[in-house]
């Protein structure tokens, strides 16, 4: 991602954030019958701890101890924590993260390889990103939340390198989930760049897709208002999802903005199409990616049936993380045969010739 350095507020770090970015962007033509145009997926879960957080922690974390903070911290219990604490350690920096106390110990191991302190904090669990942020007021720690400044720019090098990677092509649409708004809103500014550099002159649609588990961007879309309000608790539900759903989006109304400006949309996906889409994504494109990395392709679906994407159109997916975190849960119901060795060869001539 550093080959955009000239664009990025900081000077090229040392350690792990060299190795951010820079995914490779693959032409997935089994994929253009499900999804109803061309498709290209852009493989963000092929960053160093699996998703596309670290082109933002790259830049957030190595700009904050620049700017004299010697303890880094952060409010998750998913890839943001994990990507946090990999950058905090690969530069020798304190990281503190916190997480709900009912945090699950497969979680809790994935974090704790890489050393951080782990805080688990009792009560609303959904109240403490504005806490977070007063504590980086009034104590020596840098809280690092979806919507810091560094974190979006590091996460408009994705925009840059989908049109580095298709030129002289374009794209006509680039698909994302959505749930804080931080990456919408960072490719959004990609785009923006691009346009003040005179480098492309329409931009391309943005789709965000939700869980419909918990969607306050669709549900703002849908109803045609300029800003995202939060949803009340009895209006959010679970969802396999689990990197998405946030009911109070802190970037959310950029998001949305980003759609209007692009002539985009938004559209939320149930959890059956989410599982239905990462079964495609592997089956059909070789791909492993978490369930909230599927929603790309199971809401290009939707568009494409509603007419809003045509068949001959490009579209970039952006699968944001990796599935291979998330397997060894015993959930997937597999079909498998137990055969002697001896009646091996004999087993597989019929499987041939059936
Ligand atoms: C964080 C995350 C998202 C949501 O991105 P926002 O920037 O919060 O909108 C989507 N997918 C994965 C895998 C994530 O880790």
Not at 13 to 39: F, H, K, N, Q
Not at 113 to 137: C, F, H, M, N, W
Not at 143 to 168: N, V
Not at 202 to 218: N, V
């Amino acid at each position: 991602m550093w080959r955009h350095a000239e664009l990025l507020p900081i000077d090229v770090p040392d350690g792990i954030a060299t190795a951010a970015g820079d995914t490779p962007l693959i032409r997935s033509r089994r994929l253009d019958e499900v999804a109803g145009c061309r498709v290209y997926v852009k493989d963000e879960g092929e960053n160093p701890t699996g998703s596309y957080k670290d082109r933002g922690s790259a830049v957030a974390v190595p700009q904050a101890i620049q700017q004299g903070t010697d303890v880094v911290g952060t409010v998750s219990y998913g890839n943001m924590a994990l990507s946090t604490a990999a950058h905090a350690a690969s530069l020798g920096c304190e990281c503190v993260v916190l997480v709900p106390a009912d945090i699950s110990p497969g979680r809790l191991e994935l974090i704790a390889q890489y050393g951080p302190t782990i805080l688990r904090v009792e009560g609303d669990y959904s109240k403490l990103y504005d806490e977070a942020l007063q504590l980086t007021r009034d104590l020596p720690i840098s809280f690092l939340l979806s919507d810091a400044p560094g974190r979006i720019s590091g996460y408009k090098t994705a925009l840059f390198e989908i049109y580095d990677s298709l030129y002289p092509e374009i794209p006509d649409a680039i698909a994302l989930p959505a749930s804080s708004g931080g990456f919408a809103s960072g490719v959004w500014r990609g785009i923006l760049d691009l346009q003040h550099a005179g480098v492309i002159d329409s931009p391309p649609r943005l789709y965000l897709i939700q869980t419909a588990a918990s969607d306050p961007i669709t549900r703002a879309y849908t109803a045609d208002q300029d800003e995202v309000s939060a949803l009340a608790p009895d209006a959010v539900g679970e969802t396999i999802a689990h990197s998405i759903g946030n009911p109070d989006p802190p970037s959310g109304t950029r998001a949305l903005t980003a759609v209007g400006e692009t002539g985009g949309a938004v559209c939320s996906v149930t959890d059956d199409e989410i599982r239905d889409a990462t079964r495609q994504f592997a089956q059909r494109g070789g791909f492993c990616v978490e369930p909230a990395s599927a929603t790309p392709l199971a809401g290009v679906r939707h568009l494409t049936r509603r007419g809003e994407i045509d068949e001959d159109e490009t579209v970039v997916l952006l699968p944001t993380g990796t599935g291979f975190k998330e397997l060894g849960t015993g959930t997937a119901s597999i079909q498998t045969e137990t055969v002697s060795r001896t009646a091996l060869s004999s087993r597989l001539e019929s499987l041939l010739s059936s």
